[in-house]
């Protein structure tokens, strides 16, 4: 035990890495290229450090598409940096997407809904208790069912469907999970039909009607602040 701890002590120890991990404690993910300009060092030599992080299941790498993100490997390690940082005295940088605010704000991605709206009503899916892992991405819980089924999803119709019932998929402004699959494809369709999200014509972008928000969120318990 004493030398697997003295293990990710080193991986820790190294200012490169140190940096790399300190940058993944706002939950967002973030690609080699990206990691390496916080690191300050080449591409080459961050996809090392990538991979001695990862040995020590610090991080973990997400593909989405042809691209690689990495964040870190689970809730304890955040906790364990986030002590460290309180014992050294730095603070945390703040995340800074390059997205434009109206693509950010809301989109669609592929046949589902993505951007900030949708990272919120994937996170409080996931807080109800609503959505659980399963071992092509999630299932419904019990209560989960029952909300999407009162808001008129036909959910066995859905789960013949010759695709993913529902699974994460990574938002690439917000670098964390919307929802996808024929749960989210659905959802997209549900809110277009009730006017909380209006496709715009001649882009990906969704104009989300201050009214319309109120009302899509309020169907899942949320409130617009």
């Known amino acids: 035990m004493d030398s697997k701890l003295a293990s990710i002590a080193g991986a820790i120890a190294e200012p490169a890495r140190a940096r790399m991990l300190c940058c993944l404690l706002d939950g967002h993910a973030r690609t080699a290229t990206e990691l390496s300009v916080v690191a300050e060092v080449s591409p080459s030599t961050a996809s090392a450090h990538l991979a001695r992080l990862k040995d020590q299941q610090l991080l973990v790498q997400l593909a989405q598409g042809k691209h690689r993100y990495y964040q870190l490997a689970s809730q304890q390690v955040a906790s364990a940096l986030e002590a460290l940082l309180v014992v050294a005295g730095t603070p945390r940088s703040a995340f800074q997407p390059s997205t434009p605010d109206r693509l950010r704000h809301a989109r669609t991605c592929y046949d589902h809904m993505a951007g900030s709206v949708a990272v919120r009503l994937h996170d409080h899916f996931a807080a109800q208790g609503w959505l659980e892992t399963a071992a092509d991405g999630y299932e419904l819980s019990t209560q989960g069912a029952q ?79």
């Open 147 to 225: 909300q999407f089924a009162r808001l008129g999803l036909d959910l066995a119709a859905l789960r013949k469907l010759r695709r993913r019932f529902a699974c994460p998929c990574l938002d690439w402004s917000e670098r964390k999970p919307h929802l996808g699959g024929a749960l989210g494809a659905a959802l997209l369709q549900l809110a277009l039909k009730r006017g909380w999200v209006e496709q715009d014509l001649d882009s990906r972008a969704l104009h989300v009607p201050a009214k319309g928000q109120r009302q899509m969120l309020a169907a899942f318990g949320l409130s617009s602040a």
